[in-house]
């Protein structure tokens, strides 16, 4: 300024400053009137709405300005058709269309929010390795890689890696868009295959299970310490060095005998050495040396068996038990009653007694004489000296059970069938005796078994054949459980392991094929015997 005069140039500038901001107030009033006119319009030009949300607290939005928060109630809008929006962090936005009537309330309930989710995708080099993800929550997730878990809650969530044989893997992984979040890992070693004699042993890398041999495996490289593990046999223990160029084979020797139990009773438990190895047939694997076997079955006492195995020996032992006692007893309750003038002979679960008549205390005669048709003891004759003739006892057969006593009763013919190891009955002296010896006597015979008339002979043939059709039902029921085992295991193993259960199937197929042919042959004898 010269004289009190502006220059040309500072009046320039004033006028374009002016300009400018002329211009910026107009346009900051524009958008106050065009956000305040809506709210000062006159009733009859708006109307209103209420709305919450689950949960409460989010921001209302109306053409990107805030309305306020949930619980939002009478809030006005210009009439016609608007659209808000209900938005909250960690939750997925919510637009609602909605029509504002001239004057009227609008009420939209209340709008449940969802949370915003988000993807995890795991990948590994190579594939196949098993993961666990666990969330805020604390829930856990497992899989096999590759894997892309989906809608998952924003948050941080760990990740661990678990390869058999190599070190544990962990990894915190922020989920928090809907963006999946990658977790690659790379497990690049060796290339092992691992075998096992016997096939089937299960192969460890310290407390990690590989799987059952044969396998292929995956190994890091450098030595690592291999266990392989079959039953009860002795463990094999071997330092594997992986190579990274090429694949490696490794095979793990146990020491063993095989060992094959049979056994003519198909419930029966096979225990060897205190382990259950189930129902017989069953091929084992043992260490060599002796074993301790021991079958028991229903009703019937336990077998044992001990068994010295060599390495590399195959053995084939067969226990059986024999005619069951209910099945015998069955059979001998089930004979109809003799008639009067005919010979009754009881079937017991023991070897049959070899009878032989009671030599009472006589002397021989001097000619031997066939034996009579029947021996008579009159009672009419009662003197003290036949008092002391002694009882008979039971005696012990060859194999170790008692014998019945062989009395021949008083006014019974007694025939028992000779065989050429019994003795034939020989003559013997008509005493006379006491009353007490004669009670002694009879007290014997009736303890003798014997077959009497029955006064119900179709109840006891009904009786009979319920007891031998429930023995034949448990056999057959023994067999088709037995047969379900098998089936199982056929479905659930592989190789060799799964060949041997093959072959048991086959054996079950025998013996199944064999008791209906016994049950035919048992019910035919039955309805003989009942004629």
């Known amino acids: 300024m010269k004289n009190g005069r502006t220059t040309p140039a500072r009046k320039k500038w004033t006028f374009l400053f002016g300009i400018l901001a002329v211009l910026g107030l107009g346009f900051c009033g524009y958008e106050f009137w065009q956000w305040v006119l809506p709210l000062w319009q006159t009733p009859s030009a708006t109307g209103s709405f209420s709305v919450s949300s689950a949960p409460i607290g989010a921001v209302v939005r109306w053409k990107g300005r805030d309305l306020g928060h949930t619980p939002l109630k009478q809030c006005v809008l210009p009439s016609g058709d608007q659209v808000i929006e209900i938005t909250m962090p960690g939750y997925q936005p919510c637009p609602i269309e909605l029509t504002v009537r001239t004057g009227a309330l609008v009420d939209l309930g209340v709008r449940s929010l969802l949370k915003q989710l988000g993807k995890l995708r795991l990948v590994t080099d190579p594939p196949g390795v098993s993961y666990l993800v666990v969330g805020p929550d604390k829930k856990t997730i497992a899989g096999v890689t590759p894997d892309t878990i989906e809608n998952l809650p924003l948050g941080k969530y760990e990740v661990k890696l678990i390869e058999p044989g190599w070190p544990a893997f962990a990894q915190t992984a922020d989920v928090n868009s809907s963006n999946p979040v990658e977790v690659n890992r790379e497990f690049k070693g060796g290339s ?31 030595p690592v310490e291999v266990t392989s593990h079959f039953g009860t046999l002795v463990s094999v223990v071997q330092t594997l060095v992986p190579d990274a160029q090429r694949s490696v084979s490794f095979h793990f020797k146990h020491s063993y005998g095989t060992l094959l139990v049979s056994s003519d009773r198909a419930d029966s438990v096979l225990i060897v050495d205190g382990v259950d190895y189930g129902h017989p047939p069953a091929q084992l694997f ?49 004979n109809p009653s003799p008639t009067p003038g005919s010979s009754a002979s ?53 194999s170790g059970s008692e014998e019945q006593p062989a009395i021949p009763p008083a006014n019974v013919k007694a025939s028992p069938s000779a065989t050429p190891d019994e003795e034939q009955p020989k003559p013997v002296r008509t005493l006379t005796r006491s009353a007490a010896a004669t009670k002694r006597l009879s007290s014997a015979v009736a303890s003798t078994p014997s077959a009497s008339p029955k006064p119900e002979p179709a109840k006891s043939k009904k009786e009979a054949f319920q007891v031998l059709d429930s023995h034949l039902k448990a056999k057959e029921e023994a067999l088709n459980l037995e047969k379900q085992s098998i089936e199982y295991q056929i479905k659930n193993s592989s190789g060799s392991i799964r060949e041997q259960w093959k072959y048991r199937l086959a054996q079950w197929r025998v013996r199944k094929a064999r008791v209906e042919q016994d049950r035919a042959a048992e019910e035919a004898r039955f309805n003989e015997q009942w004629k």
């Open 192 to 222: 092992v295959e691992l075998t096992s004699d016997p096939a089937g042993a299960t192969i460890f890398i310290g407390g990690s299970k590989l799987g059952t041999a044969p396998l292929t495996a995956n190994l890091p490289i450098g």
């Open 286 to 334: 043992l260490a060599p040396g002796n074993h301790k076997l021991l079958l028991s079955a229903p009703s019937a006492p336990d077998k044992t068996r001990r068994v010295d195995l060599l390495e590399g020996q195959h053995a084939n032992v067969q226990i059986n038990f024999g005619p069951m006692v209910g099945e015998v007893a069955a059979v001998s309750n089930a």
């Open 346 to 398: 009881v079937t017991s679960a023991t070897p049959t007694s070899k009878l032989r008549p009671v030599q009472l205390a006589a002397q021989p005669t001097p000619t031997p004489t066939p034996p009579p048709a029947s021996t008579t003891v009159p009672e009419s004759n009662r003197t003290a000296e036949s008092s002391s003739m002694p009882l008979p006892t039971a005696e012990k057969s060859a």
